[in-house]
C-alpha cells in the first residue's frame, strides 16, 4: 500500500510562490487520488514488490499514469523549501555552470522547455550516467526513467499546479519558482 508522502514543510511555507490553497489542492487532493487509484490497480498486477522507480521504468497504461504522477510529485514536493539563498558551492551548481556558462542561463533554457510544452507534462533535469546533465520535457505523467536518466529536479506544468495563484500565466510560475528549489535536495539525488 503507498501512502500520501508528508510535506517537508508547513502548508503555507512556499508562499507567495506556491500558496497553501494551492498546495493543500495539489498534495491533499491531487496527490491522494493517484495514491488511492495505485492502490486499487497494484493488487494482481505482479508489480506488488516493486518500487516505484521499476514500476514506472515497466509499466504502461493506467498503472503508469498513477505509479509516474506519484513518482514526480514526490519529487517535485520534496525539492522544495522556504524561499531561501542558493549555496554556490554545491557540485550541482557547479556543472550547471560548467555546461550552461551560468545558473541564469539554464534557468532561461529550463523555463522555456516547460513553457513550451503542449498540454499537461513536467520539465527535468536528469544526469546520464556520464555525470552530464540533460533538460528534457515528459508529457502527462512521464518520467526521464524511462529513458535510463536520473531524475534530479522537476516543475509540473499541468495547470493545477498554478492556475489558483497565476491562472493562465505559466511562464511567471516557472520562474517564480526557482527561489524556492531547495539545491542540497538537487545536490543529494546527483550523488
Ligand atoms: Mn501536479
Redesign the pocket.
Known sequence: MYKLIELPYAQDALEPVISAQTLSF?HGK?LQTYVDNLNKLLPGSGMEDKTLEEIVATSSGAIFNNAG?ILN?NM?FTQFASPAESDASLRILKQIEEQWGSLSAFQAEFEAKGVGLFGNGWVWLSAQSDGKLVITQETNAGNPVTKGLKPLLTF?V?E??YYLDYQNRRAAHLSALWRIVNWKVIEERYK
Do not use: L, R, T
Request: aromatic residues 22%; without cysteine.
Open positions: 495539489h491531487h504522477q510529485h517535485y509540473d499541468w493545477h499546479a
